[in-house]
């Protein structure tokens, strides 16, 4: 007989590409905002307008609070990380320029800055360790004069390794350059403070660890930046609206276009959750987890695992492969035979894949979250088991 997970129940271990399932109050912010508000913020001076723009208000300051931000104006909203790292890219580099960044990117950072080198911006990747890690040491020996920039994930979305945020921040403001920080993976599962990893931009994902709705992230932009970063689109603000020019201050100059104010009013309850949990809590719950996942394949014959060996040093992502199983068939098995569903191959960042040797076949991926349980982990463990000896 095959492992039952009980019901028919599926077991969701792809957190690391979203999270679920939602926190309730979620479902219920957008709920109330288009039953009760409905109203376009800041485009009129109506009451549901005004109650509108101040779900947008509330929002950014919870946000801000998380962050360890003084003025949550300094937080621009987008639809992902991947939009807020294409304004900062995008906005910051010229031609002449340097950037620095790692070997284990996403290609939210990747194709843009491919992009930005046929415009003649000046490319340093460092390579990161078999298992993920950047070293402080090889950052330091790629700056150069002409050293705009150091953008680089807090963890790998393929390994969940944990990048050293603070040590590089300060690195980066003793040489009088800028750090941009892709933290899609940890916003909400790891503690951030802007100030004390001297972060000058911060990209995140509303939909993951903050536990918003698809459609929403957003960007930290350190106080005097928005003079020399370009706004990725223009338009109307719903200020400053006598000006046939885009306005020069935050947010504004960097959220054209009406907002996803139903979007915006989840992610504020998905990060009022995740301040009343408390991101130390989360974080216990899911090493927790990642630890015991980590220690039963240890125990498994053809289990090949990357990344480092401790749950301490990722995030609860964690990519292996099973001897003679490519990544697809397995996932399939996984989801087929057992209800586990889990993402395989190459994760968007084939870069980190030839980091870590996987490349091209990929791995797959269980991304845990703050809702699995430990018997979800026995029942996958058994499940691996089975697929490894060909039952």
Not at 160 to 176: F, K, M, N, W, Y
Not at 249 to 278: C, H, Q
Not at 371 to 376: G, I
Request: one cysteine or more.
């Amino acid at each position: 007989m095959e492992p039952d997970p009980g019901k028919n129940q599926l077991i969701y271990f792809d957190n690391a590409a979203t999270s679920w399932p939602k926190p309730a109050g979620m479902m219920g912010a957008m709920g109330y905002y288009n039953e009760m508000i409905g109203g376009s913020p800041g485009r009129s001076g109506h009451r549901r307008s005004l109650d509108a723009g101040r779900i947008i208000l509330e929002t950014r300051e919870v946000l801000a609070e998380l962050f360890g931000i003084d003025d949550s104006l300094r937080i621009a909203f987008t639809k992902n990380a991947t939009e807020a790292l294409n304004i900062a890219l995008l906005g910051i580099l010229h031609s002449g320029d340097h950037v620095i960044t790692s070997s284990m990117e996403h290609n939210s950072v990747m194709r843009p800055l491919r992009f930005l080198e046929t415009q003649g911006v000046q490319i340093s990747v460092v390579s990161c360790s078999g298992d993920g890690r950047l070293s402080p040491e090889d950052v330091h020996a790629a700056i150069r004069p002409q050293t705009r920039l150091l953008v680089v994930t807090h963890a790998s979305n393929v390994t969940g390794t944990i990048q050293p945020i603070a040590e590089l921040g300060h690195i980066v403001r003793d040489h009088g350059f800028l750090f941009c920080v892709d933290a899609a993976q940890t916003a909400g599962a790891l503690p951030i403070h802007v100030d004390e990893m001297a972060i000058d931009l911060l990209a995140f994902s509303g939909h993951k660890s903050l536990f918003g709705p698809q459609g929403t992230g957003g960007l930290y932009i350190r106080e005097g930046i928005e003079r020399h970063l370009r706004p990725l689109m223009m338009g109307g603000t719903g200020s400053r609206s006598e000006f046939e020019v885009q306005p020069d201050f935050m947010p504004d100059k960097y959220e054209s276009g009406t907002p996803n104010t139903i979007g915006l009013a989840g992610l504020g309850a998905g990060v009022r959750f995740v301040l009343t949990e408390g991101v130390e809590a989360i974080r216990s719950k899911e090493e927790g987890l990642t630890e015991r996942f980590l220690k039963g394949l240890a125990s498994l014959k053809g289990i090949a695992v990357y990344g480092p060996p401790d749950a301490a040093s990722r995030t609860a992502a964690v990519s292996f492969n099973i001897a003679g199983v490519s990544p697809s068939e397995a996932a399939l098995e996984l989801d087929e035979r057992f209800g586990i569903l889990c993402r395989p191959g190459l994760h968007c960042a084939p870069a980190a894949h030839r980091t870590i040797g996987t490349f091209s076949q990929g791995t797959i991926r269980f991304g845990f979250g703050y809702f699995n349980k430990d018997e979800e982990i026995s029942f996958a463990l058994e499940a691996i088991r089975s697929l490894a000896a060909g039952d």
